[in-house]
């Protein structure tokens, strides 16, 4: 009887409980009214009396532990058990996904609309020397742009460098490095010293657009920007030129659109004028060729530049330009298209 006692204990800590049917399972088969243990006690009545005190205690340690582990095992196990525990009739937990900056969004859209009328991507440095930044584009020695007021410059070791202030520095780079025909348009982010406010940042963005060829005219530059302007604020924009000055064009004009809250009517967001301003260009002036090693009385061309935040703001009305790069999750969060 002891070494069937101590078969019995070896077994019952190794079977295993996993659900509630094996724990009864259990319990019925050590417990039942006609379980293991019962049968122990019968056969227990008729041990001898020298053998009893022993095998009494043996019983009883043996009642135990089938008890402990039961108790253990109906509590814990089958708490924990997977199955009783999960609804899989919940809603699943979804992942977030992030969404591109307003800024991409539409640095994409102005790629996509040029790209699709023949208009390669160019970039230049963020730090630019001052013959890309200024002298290259016909700025006299002491336009105000050079100043210290307008333009980050960055001192001692690097002297005559500064940040560039507009994108036209790549116009350069490019037309000193390719050949006419020349049709490219490069965004980047630019840098100017100014106190940041709703209105006015120290950096922004800008896509310059340049197109070099022989026969190139005021009307295919204003053909161009009919054609961006309509694929970006819809098919009812009109746009509108303005003469206005840049050193590196001649003549150089600013463009307006037709506002895209009001359509021409007039409403807050255009003053009450029907327009928006949203870039400057113009014909590259002939100095601005020679400078670059393009032959002026072989070819012309024309420039235009615009600030990405300006179209973003315009299509998103987005009015605060810090919003642009402060990284507030409530704001990105609506760019999810
Ligand atoms: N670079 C000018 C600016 O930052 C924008 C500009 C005006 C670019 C006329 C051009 C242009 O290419 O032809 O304000």
């Not at 008890?67 to 525990?85: P, Q």
């Amino acid at each position: 009887m002891r070494e069937r006692i101590e078969k019995v204990e070896r077994e019952i800590t190794e079977i295993v409980i996993a659900n509630k049917q094996d724990a009864e399972a259990f319990r019925i088969l050590y417990l039942g009214s006609k379980g293991v243990l019962k049968s122990f006690y019968q056969e227990f009545r008729a041990v001898g009396a020298d053998e009893k005190k022993e095998l009494g205690q043996r019983l009883n340690e043996l009642k135990l532990k089938i008890e402990e582990k039961l108790s253990k095992i109906t509590w814990e196990e089958t708490e924990n058990n997977v199955a009783t525990k999960i609804d899989f009739t919940r809603p699943g937990r979804s992942t977030q996904i992030g969404s591109l900056h307003p800024l991409t969004l539409i640095r994409n859209e102005l790629i996509h609309v040029f790209s699709k009328i023949g208009f390669s991507i160019s970039e230049g440095p963020e730090i630019e020397d001052d013959w890309h930044n200024f002298s290259a584009l016909n700025f006299a020695p002491d336009h105000p742009a050079r100043d210290m007021q307008d333009t980050f410059f960055i001192d001692s070791m690097m002297e005559g460098f500064s940040l560039r202030t507009h994108t036209s520095s790549v116009q350069v780079r490019v037309m000193e490095n390719e050949k006419p025909p020349i049709r490219t348009i490069s965004p980047g982010r630019v840098y100017r010293n100014e106190a940041i406010s709703a209105r006015a940042h120290c950096f922004f963005h800008q896509i310059e657009g340049l197109y070099i060829d022989k026969n190139v005219s005021f009307a295919d530059l204003k053909q161009t920007l009919d054609y961006f302007a309509k694929s970006i604020f819809g098919g009812d924009a009109k746009i509108r030129l303005r003469p206005s000055y840049f050193p590196f064009t001649e003549p150089s004009a600013e463009v307006d659109v037709s506002c895209t809250l009001c359509h021409g009517g007039g409403c807050g967001v255009c003053k009450h004028t029907g327009w928006l301003e949203i870039l400057g260009c113009g014909m590259v002036d002939p100095n601005v060729l020679d400078s670059c090693g393009i032959d002026s009385t072989i070819y012309s061309g024309f420039a235009f530049g615009m600030g990405i935040e300006r179209i973003a703001q315009l299509k998103y009305r987005v009015t605060d330009l810090r919003l642009y790069s402060e990284n507030d999750i409530r704001f990105l969060n609506q760019f999810h298209f």
